[in-house]
């Protein structure tokens, strides 16, 4: 069974940084996508916005709106995915979840990824 498990959410002020973590087990696939999600207050129906995702051939990508703010590395010796994010900012408030799909490929939407983590709070106070 893959269990995604993040940590580190919380709040922070308006320019602050943060790094979230989430240990990945059970997961044995050669092929993998594994990055993060976030989910704004009051966004519609299922919509997550895709923070960024790294794969198995080394590749980073990231979403338009954190571009330039956020890094995602994966410590495969520890299991575990990282994003670190600075200057943030209050539209960065929202849950962010640790996802992962055994295929590569571009960010693509929420809905392509098969596991899911429990998700992390982050509030960003202006």
């Known amino acids: 069974e893959v269990r995604l498990v993040e940590s580190g959410g919380g709040s922070v002020q308006s320019g602050g940084s943060l790094r979230l973590s989430c240990v990945v087990s059970g997961y044995t696939a050669k092929s993998y996508s594994m990055g993060w999600f976030r989910r704004a207050p009051g966004a519609p129906g299922n919509e997550r916005e895709g923070v960024g995702v790294v794969d198995s051939d080394g590749l980073t990508t990231y979403g338009d709106s954190v571009k330039g703010r956020a890094t995602i590395s994966l410590d495969i010796t520890r299991n575990t995915l990282y994003l670190e994010m600075n200057s943030l900012r209050v539209e960065d408030t929202g849950m962010y979840y640790c996802?992962?799909?055994?295929?590569?490929?571009?960010?693509?939407?929420?809905?392509?990824?098969?596991?899911w983590g429990q998700g992390t709070q982050v509030t960003v106070s202006s």
């Open positions: 996802v992962a799909r055994p295929w590569i490929g571009p960010l693509g939407a929420w809905y392509e990824y098969n596991y």
